[in-house]
């Protein structure tokens, strides 16, 4: 009987570490492998698809795969909102795969491969792109990602409500409202156009920041070392933006409630809404009213807030050069025209700032303006990833403490400084 | 002659023990083989992760750098900090609110659908078919229905003439949303286990009560309630743990809002570890949130005498 008991343990001991054997075995290699005879490359690619361009990338791919025999390219496509942690548990498992799409370069900054030795220099490498989104893919002299697109925030509003309420929109940058007189023009569109809600502003500090900027605040200092989202302007910011809830220019529901603004917009029952270039593609299809951009309006200064999409390489996959390769391609003017042009999504070069869009091209010369009027403060502020994505849900829950009659804006914004501080300590 | 049959006689005796023997041996063994599934994913998926969480615990590990022992700094911090507590409070009163009220409405409805009534089946599959749905499916089920903006219930306020209701942005009404939404998903569940329990005891009981002109509430109190005391502990038991981990369905309906009100701890701590990287400090808020619980279980189980029939 005791043999007996003693095999029964020896056995189950044996099953609990061949699982464990299995769960941890090849955590050397990466995702991306290489055949043995050096012939045959797969590159795992990590992606998450706003809107239609997974399918302009896997076009791309094809194309490259074609002149490229040696390499295939697999799209792994994840859901945007378990994208980061996916990606974390893959890096963390020791599994990273060759490249992936991210918006918070930041956070991935250390695992990055150096594009630097493959591109020819930092220098020549980033004469290609927007100057004011260096900070984003370029960490202490490191080539971390190449940008693809850049993302502006901005006005899109409903024509057909805006038309019956007999108000009409700037037509040019010289002629952009104040915030004044688009609280005005929502409240007529309201009035009069029989809108039920006005500006709809998404749920992210990143939108709330478009605010912060044009009243001359900002998250950090100019140099980053330290917290200025609580100095007077940051806090006129808010205060504002709660008057703007109050008066009922921005509808509660949305930060309070937790209500999805697109689908607000969508339903044809709001004026405007406060988001970025990316959801002209999401609202392409929308044929039950009109709608447009038009300029944000401005407070002490315009603004808007710079953003993007790149593609970055991570170390220690053992394929870290034909992945270079792939994103020297992607980095192309030809490419990048393509990738952006197809998924109606600005180009992040210089060279490919007038694309032949068949949808919206004015919509994105106002975009493209909104970005030209962006101080480089809010650059540097949301390209200070690493510290940024850490208080990022603080700066939402204090917005919505205040707007929820909690607690002041001076304290809410002093609360946050607070956290800014801490962040900024852990980062060094 | 005599001397053959003897031995024969001894050798069946001899086969028939040790057949006997290895009969007891499978007995004995063989519910192990079949235990052993369950033990090596139970090992494999809780065990190893919880050791590896209270590890974690002691660190300050973001799930990408290098993690470094920081001692008891991270539990230092869950006690320090006035928004852990906080969220405690909240996931406190939200089980304050649950426990009794699904306890109350599962065994009410399982008493009488326990009876010869009408239809009997399709009351208990309505009441049985929330369970069947995820929590996410359900918590954007009622968001449809409570939605500030686009939800039933204020469509129908509206068309009556009156001003719509902030269910899910104002905090007492986000609360009672989603408490309303847990009792409807979970109280099917609770319904068939007291169903089991009650039909457990035996009808006698009733009938010799009946006869000595006992009401319907001094059965209730003198029968139904005492001989259904281990089912009730186990009902307990499980919808303390169940609403101390609250999540799916809250994060669907209200996403924790508005201003953290109907923020409960999971979903404090998800946002830690995943959404800050502070897996080191997210560790040991769990780690805490089990100690709660299992001090909680033993108060209930000291309470209740484990649930033993008295």
Not at chain 1, 24 to 39: E, L, P, Y
Not at chain 1, 40 to 48: G, R
Not at chain 1, 392 to 416: C, F, H, N, Q, W
Not at chain 2, 110 to 121: F, N, P, T
Request: charged share 20%.
């Amino acid at each position: 009987m005791k043999k007996m008991l003693r095999m029964l343990t020896m056995s189950l001991l044996a099953a609990v570490l061949l699982i464990g054997v299995a769960a941890c075995s090849d955590s050397s290699k990466s995702s991306g492998t290489s055949k043995s005879d050096g012939k045959k490359v797969t590159l795992d690619f990590l992606w998450f698809t706003d809107g239609v361009e997974g399918d302009v990338m896997r076009d791309i791919i094809k194309d490259y795969q074609a002149k490229n025999k040696n390499v295939e390219v697999k799209l792994i496509e994840v859901a945007y909102q378990d994208y980061t942690t996916k990606l974390k548990t893959m890096i963390a498992g020791g599994k990273p795969p060759a490249l992936a799409r991210v918006t918070d370069t930041g956070i991935f900054a250390e695992q990055a491969m150096d594009l630097k030795p493959y591109v020819g220099g930092v220098d020549k490498f980033t004469s290609q792109f927007l100057p004011s989104i260096k900070p984003y893919y370029v960490k202490k002299d490191k080539i971390i990602a190449t940008p693809m697109d850049v993302t502006a925030n901005g006005i899109i509003y409903n024509k057909t409500l805006f038309k019956k309420a007999g108000v009409e929109v700037p037509q040019s940058p010289d002629d952009v409202w104040t915030w004044d007189e688009f609280e005005n023009a929502i409240k007529q569109v309201k009035e009069k156009g029989g809108a039920k809600y006005g500006l709809l502003v998404d749920f992210t500090p990143h939108r709330y920041s478009t605010l912060l900027y044009e009243f001359g605040g900002s998250i950090f200092t100019k140099d980053g070392s330290a917290p200025a989202i609580n100095n007077k302007n940051g806090v006129a910011a808010l205060d504002y933006f709660k008057k703007l809830h109050k008066d009922g220019i921005i509808p509660e529901s949305v930060w309070l409630g937790g209500e999805n603004p697109n689908n607000l917009f969508r339903s044809g029952t709001a004026a405007a809404h406060l988001a970025g270039n990316w959801m002209l593609s999401n609202y392409k299809d929308i044929n039950n009213f009109e709608w447009g951009v038009t300029y944000l309006p401005k407070g002490e200064i315009r603004s808007s807030v710079p953003g993007g999409k790149y593609i970055m390489g991570f170390q220690k996959t053992g394929v870290e050069k034909e992945t270079a390769a792939f994103i020297k391609y992607l980095a192309s003017k030809e490419v990048n025209a393509k990738f952006n042009q197809n998924s109606l999504f600005l180009s992040a070069r210089k060279d490919n700032n007038e694309l032949d869009y068949a949808f919206g091209k004015d919509m994105f010369k106002v975009f493209s303006n909104e970005l030209e009027n962006t101080p480089e403060v809010a650059a540097n502020d949301w390209g200070n990833q690493v510290v940024i994505s850490k208080v990022t849900t603080d700066i939402r829950d204090a917005v919505v403490e205040v707007l929820s009659g909690g607690v002041s804006s001076k304290e809410a914004m002093d609360k946050v400084a607070e956290k800014l501080k801490e962040a900024i300590a852990d980062s060094k | 002659m005599v001397e053959p049959i003897i031995k024969e006689h001894a050798a069946i005796k001899t086969a028939k023990k040790s057949s006997f023997r290895s009969d007891k041996l499978k007995r004995q063994i063989v519910p192990y083989f079949f235990v052993l599934p369950n033990f090596v994913i139970f090992f494999t998926f809780i065990v190893v992760p919880a050791i590896v969480g209270l590890y974690y615990s002691f660190t300050d590990y973001d799930g990408l750098s290098e993690m470094n022992f920081v001692g008891i700094e991270n539990y230092k911090e869950v006690f320090q900090s006035s928004e852990y507590w906080k969220i405690f409070a909240n996931t406190f009163k939200y089980a304050f609110a649950v426990v009794p009220l699904i306890f109350i409405c599962s065994l009410g409805i399982a008493m009488l659908l326990i009876k010869e009534i009408k239809a009997k089946g399709f009351f208990r599959a309505i009441f049985y078919w929330p369970t069947m749905i995820s929590a996410i499916i359900v918590g954007v089920t009622w968001k449809w229905i409570f939605g500030d903006s686009f939800g039933v219930l204020n469509y129908l306020i509206e068309s009556l003439g009156f001003k719509p209701i902030k269910w899910l942005s104002d905090p007492v009404f986000a609360n009672m949303t989603v408490v309303v939404g847990t009792i409807w998903a979970r109280i099917g569940f609770f319904m068939v286990i007291f169903m089991a329990g009650l039909q457990s005891i035996p009808t006698s009981y009733y009938e010799a009560a009946q006869m000595d002109g006992a009401s319907k509430f001094r059965m209730f109190r003198s029968i139904t309630l005492p001989l259904l005391k281990p089912t009730s502990f186990l009902v307990l038991i499980l919808l303390l743990i169940e609403s101390f981990k609250q999540y799916p369905l809250v994060l669907a309906l209200t996403g924790g809002g508005p201003a953290k009100q109907t923020t409960y701890l999971v979903q404090y701590i998800y946002e830690f570890g995943f959404k800050k990287g502070e897996l080191g400090y997210a560790s040991a808020m769990s780690v805490v949130l089990f100690v709660v619980i299992a001090i909680f279980t033993v108060i209930q189980f000291k309470w209740t005498k484990g649930g033993t029939i008295d």
